[in-house]
């Protein structure tokens, strides 16, 4: 099964990535950037090839990528990779009101996979990328 959504992937490693969701101007290549300082590499922007394989979801770029669009800078290169495998879903296009959120899932492709929504704190990006690496315990 596969399907294509709008959003971006960046992955710490082919076996953890991040599927950004949200509307256009949530913010998705903002986080993407952040993780990406953080040593992630761009897998797809703006349009995500997903597809279900043995229980995992893998994510590729629908089209041929050019870089990652940075608001008010341009257009800019970046390592990419052709696909990894998602373990979180972040949606941008909603915000966290709990300090302790209670544990939400999200699936595509007959795969469920753990959904957080944005938080505005300088943390949130250093907490994704710890979520990718380790997972949550609570």
Not at 11 to 32: C, F, H, N, R, Y
Not at 48 to 70: K, Q, S
Request: with cysteine; net charge negative.
């Amino acid at each position: 099964m596969s399907q294509q959504i709008h959003g971006t992937v960046v992955a710490d490693t082919p076996e953890s990535g991040v599927l950004l969701i949200g509307p256009s101007g949530a913010g998705k290549s903002g986080l993407a950037l952040q993780l990406m300082a953080y040593g992630c590499n761009l897998v797809a922007d703006d349009l995500v090839d997903l597809r279900g394989e043995g229980g995992r979801l893998i994510a590729g770029a629908a089209a041929p990528l050019n870089g990652i669009e940075a608001r008010g800078v341009g257009i800019l290169k970046s390592v990419q990779i052709p696909d990894a495998q998602v373990v979180l879903v972040v949606d941008l296009g909603k915000t966290e009101t709990e300090r302790l959120p209670e544990t939400r899932s999200i699936t595509y492709c007959d795969v469920d996979l753990p959904l957080v929504h944005k938080f505005e704190a300088a943390h949130f990006p250093a907490a994704i990328l710890h979520y990718m690496r380790y997972g949550r315990l609570a």
